[in-house]
């Protein structure tokens, strides 16, 4: 048996290893600064990391590439998106929060609800009242899009973006109790 493995998944993990080694706590310490900047608890931090590698993994040549023409601000980049991601996931569930709050029971807390089926639940309802731009953009919002993000994405002014979240909203609310909705 050859003494090196050069099969594809061992540059990975020297790779992998690599960055472990020489960044690892630097990468750890960016990530619990941002993680304390965005307002998530510190074992957050942890979850992150477990994703970054999880990306490195499975992502490698494409990690790789981009660390050795940026170095370590590439791997930083990395978990600046993930970050990202989680703050999106955040406000996505405060605002189905916020949409299906007064339309739940007074026994009901959505806590208790899974996430992704309030979600899809909501955006279903939202189809049969919508129209599709409107529907577009209030998935984008569900998501936890900002709006000028909607706006750049769906080629819209970011106040235009905000009556269609408006007025979307009212229709939902027509929806729940139970009033005819003309799709908007």
């Keep these: 048996m050859d003494k090196y493995d050069h099969s594809p998944g061992s540059e990975r993990d020297d790779f992998v290893r690599t960055i472990n080694r020489q960044h ?7 990530t619990l600064g941002l993680c304390r900047r965005f307002k998530f608890d ?3 931090a942890d979850d992150l990391m477990q994703e970054f590698y999880y990306e490195l993994l499975s992502k490698h040549e494409e990690v790789a590439e981009g660390y050795a023409r940026h170095g370590i601000k ?17 406000k996505s569930l405060g605002r189905v929060e916020q949409v299906f709050a007064q339309r739940m029971p007074a026994s009901g807390n959505i806590h208790y609800l899974c996430y992704e089926m309030c979600t899809e ?3 279903e309802k939202l189809q049969v009242c919508l129209k599709e731009r409107d529907y577009r953009v209030m998935k984008l919002y ?3 899009f900002a709006y000028d993000e909607i ?7 970011h106040s235009t973006v905000g009556t269609v979240i408006y ?7 027509q929806y729940y109790d139970g009033d005819p909705v003309e799709k908007h």
Excluded: V, W
């Design 142 to 144: 569900l998501e936890g």
């Design 42 to 44: 510190p074992s957050y």
């Design 121 to 123: 639940q909501l955006l």
């Design 74 to 90: 590439h791997l930083c980049r990395i978990i600046q998106y993930d970050i990202l991601d989680l703050t999106r996931k955040r």
């Design 167 to 173: 007025r979307a909203k009212k229709a939902i609310a």
């Design 24 to 30: 690892h706590q630097a990468l750890y310490a960016f």
């Design 151 to 157: 706006g750049r994405l769906l080629n819209m002014n």
